[in-house]
């Protein structure tokens, strides 16, 4: 699978020397767990340049959500806290970048949706059971339309098809439980959409789908998306990502591992880490009864976390120094980004 979809990247690599329309920096984010405060994201910094479709993987609990959710202050507080960092976005490339962390209430109203959407993973905890579609549209396109109600209603139809919901204007007043789980992806995604933002944070959109779904949806993400705007993709899928993504980050122990273009990263990952869920894919041509390559161990608890590297209780390369020094994030030669000691000489 993968090596075809790879290849294909080369023609769609995003122009780096642009300013980033999304800069994260040194994000921290911990909960109240038990009476003690437990980090949760140690520091995370990526970037999101213009027209990328830019991917997180990490297994469970690495940290993926948490990130997305910071970037639109939607942390539950309490028993969460962005205890730190920045969330640079930059509504046009001259124009000086804003602190979404900042943010005043009515202007981060403005910026979420109309610059920055989300998709979750479970639509039915975005949509309001009590509401009908429609009228959930109808509000979205309210909220960042000057339109009245019945060209608001117009628009949500229009919407619902394009996203491939059939009879769309019938169904507007249907409520989100009379719609199959891709219905109701495909209605998140619509209302995200109606605001025409330049990032689209989707998480695990497809993940609850049948396979036709989501190829559709992704699809139809794709399709929507303009030559500068750009989607932040978490997936645990990574075919997926090799099919979708121009560059990814590697996550871990609520740390960015490793970042690089799709390509790099899959022909010759470089994190231990990295290198340890590229094996667990099945490869092309793989026999029958062959066995995968499985990370040893398990994914420790944020409040087990080692103090040294975060994975060092897992990794088959570790070194002593591993358990008591936490690497930075090394930038090498070729713009990959390390987070592991074995690449201290490469670092520029
Ligand atoms: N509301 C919360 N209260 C306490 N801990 C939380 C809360 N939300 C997230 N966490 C913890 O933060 C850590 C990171 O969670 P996060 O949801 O970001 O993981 P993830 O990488 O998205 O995993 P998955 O792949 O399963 O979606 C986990 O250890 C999780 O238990
Ligand atoms: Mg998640």
Same mark, same amino acid.
């Given at each position: 699978?993968?090596?075809?979809a790879?290849?294909?990247?080369?023609?769609?690599?995003?122009?780096?020397?642009?300013s980033?329309?999304?800069?994260?920096?040194?994000?921290v984010v911990?909960?109240?767990i038990?009476?003690?405060?437990?980090?949760?994201?140690?520091?995370?910094?990526?970037?999101?340049?213009?027209g990328?479709?830019?991917?997180?993987?990490?297994?469970?609990?690495?940290?993926?959500s948490?990130?997305?959710?910071?970037?639109l202050?939607l942390?539950?507080q309490?028993?969460?806290?962005?205890?730190?960092?920045?969330?640079l976005?930059r509504?046009s490339?001259?124009?000086?970048?804003i602190?979404?962390l900042?943010?005043p209430?009515d202007?981060?109203?403005?910026?979420r949706?109309?610059?920055?959407?989300?998709?979750?993973?479970e639509?039915?905890?975005?949509?309001?059971p009590?509401?009908? %579609?429609?009228? $959930?549209?109808?509000?979205?396109? #309210?909220?960042? &339309?000057?339109?009245?109600?019945? !060209?608001?209603?117009?628009r949500?139809?229009?919407?619902l098809?394009r996203?491939?919901?059939?009879?769309?204007?019938?169904?507007?007043?249907?409520?989100p439980?009379q719609?199959?789980?891709g219905?109701?992806?495909r209605v998140?995604?619509?209302?995200?959409?109606?605001?025409?933002?330049?990032?689209l944070?989707a998480?695990?959109?497809?993940?609850?789908?049948? %396979?036709t779904? $989501?190829?559709?949806?992704l699809? #139809?993400?794709a &399709?929507?998306?303009?030559r500068? !705007?750009?989607?932040v993709?978490?997936?645990?899928?990574?075919?997926?990502?090799?099919?979708?993504?121009?560059?990814?980050?590697v996550m871990y122990?609520?740390?960015?591992?490793?970042?690089?273009?799709a390509?790099?990263?899959f022909h010759?990952?470089?994190?231990?880490y990295t290198?340890?869920l590229?094996?667990?894919?099945?490869?092309?041509?793989a026999?029958?009864g062959?066995?995968l390559?499985?990370i040893p161990?398990n994914?420790?608890?944020?409040?087990?976390?080692p103090?040294?590297?975060?994975?060092c209780?897992?990794?088959?390369?570790?070194m002593?120094?591993c358990h008591?020094?936490?690497?930075?994030?090394h930038v090498?030669?070729d713009?990959?980004?390390?987070?592991?000691?074995l690449?201290?000489?490469e670092?520029?």
């Open positions: 699978m993968t090596e075809s790879v290849e294909d990247q080369t023609t769609r690599l995003p122009d780096q020397s642009a980033p329309t999304l800069s994260v920096r040194d994000l911990r909960f109240e038990e009476k003690n405060w437990v980090t949760a994201v140690g520091g995370v910094s990526f970037d999101v340049f213009p990328e479709v830019l991917g997180i993987v990490g297994e469970s609990g690495s940290g993926k948490v990130t997305a959710m910071s970037a202050r942390i539950p309490p028993p969460g806290e962005i205890a730190g960092g920045q969330v976005y509504e490339s001259d124009a000086e970048p602190d979404v900042q943010l209430y202007e981060l109203r403005r910026v949706g109309n610059e920055i959407a989300m998709i979750f993973q639509p039915m905890t975005a949509l309001n009590v509401f009908t %579609v429609g009228m $959930q549209v109808r509000e979205a396109v #309210l909220v960042h &339309e000057k339109v009245d109600r019945a !060209e608001a209603n117009r949500a139809a229009e919407m098809t996203v491939g919901i059939p009879d769309a204007e019938k169904r507007l007043s249907d409520y439980h719609f199959s789980g219905m109701r992806q998140m995604i619509a209302m995200a959409l109606v605001c025409q933002p330049k990032i944070v998480d695990e959109p497809t993940t609850a789908l049948d %396979v779904t $989501q190829a559709q949806i699809e #139809l993400m &399709e929507m998306q303009g500068d !705007e750009s989607i993709l978490i997936t645990h899928d990574l075919a997926v990502v090799a099919e979708r993504c121009d560059r990814v980050v122990g609520g740390k960015v591992q490793e970042v690089g273009t390509r790099d990263l010759h990952p470089k994190h231990p290198k340890g590229l094996a667990s894919l099945p490869a092309v041509g026999k029958k062959e066995r390559h499985a161990g994914v420790p608890s944020i409040t087990q976390l103090v040294g590297c975060k994975f209780t897992r990794c088959e390369e570790v002593d120094r008591t020094e936490e690497p930075p994030l090498l030669d713009g990959r980004e390390v987070r592991c000691h690449f201290e000489d670092a520029k």
